[in-house]
């Protein structure tokens, strides 16, 4: 089983991208549970993720890395329990710093269980966030194992660049990848990364 967390900036995309690759994962014949910390824009909607064969569950009375480490805990170990899932994929709140919950995460898991983080940067707002935040930003970067840059439909080339370039000062080597999670370009990267962790 993998535990994915899609981390990033309150309105970077996390539940556009997590149901589009929760919906993905299931039409391919995953097993997929969804940790959602935070209802935000884009909510959860059940009927997509029942249609799919998903299972969700939202924590929302509280920040999962701190005063909701223990319930994150215990719904992981249920769902495990009780839906043996391939993937379970966490989204935290927008102010989460992923190295955080992937601590939590792994001291709950068993046997072979592994982690996996995308880091959402949303590509029209980043260099103003970067600007304004990019001490908190780049640590959320730092704990990833990849960069998805979103809302590509929204900028230019140059821009694009820019962003990339951000992203290379804070690691040079992060895979990245471009996307639109409301689109839907670029996802099938992160659905072949995913399966290839599986
Ligand atoms: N143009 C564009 N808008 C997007 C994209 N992904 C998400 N959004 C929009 O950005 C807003 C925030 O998305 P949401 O998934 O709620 O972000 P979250 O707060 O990180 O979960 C919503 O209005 C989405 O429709 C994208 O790829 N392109
Ligand atoms: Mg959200």
Redesign the pocket.
Known sequence: MIICQ?A????????????RLGTALGRAGRKVAIIVN?V????VDGAVIESNGLRSVELTEGCICCSLSGSLQNTLRQITKEFAPDIIMI?PT?LALPGKVKQIVRTSMIGEDRTFTIC?I?A?RATKLFAEAGAFLSRQVDGADVVAI?????VSADAKGQVESIVRGISSSIPIAF?????G?GVDQLVKMLEDTL
């Open positions: 899609l990033g900036f309150l309105g970077s995309g996390k539940t556009t991208l997590l149901i935070e935000g824009e884009v909510g989204e927008g959402l949303d029209y979103n809302k590509v439909d929204l996307i639109s999670a409301r689109e370009g």
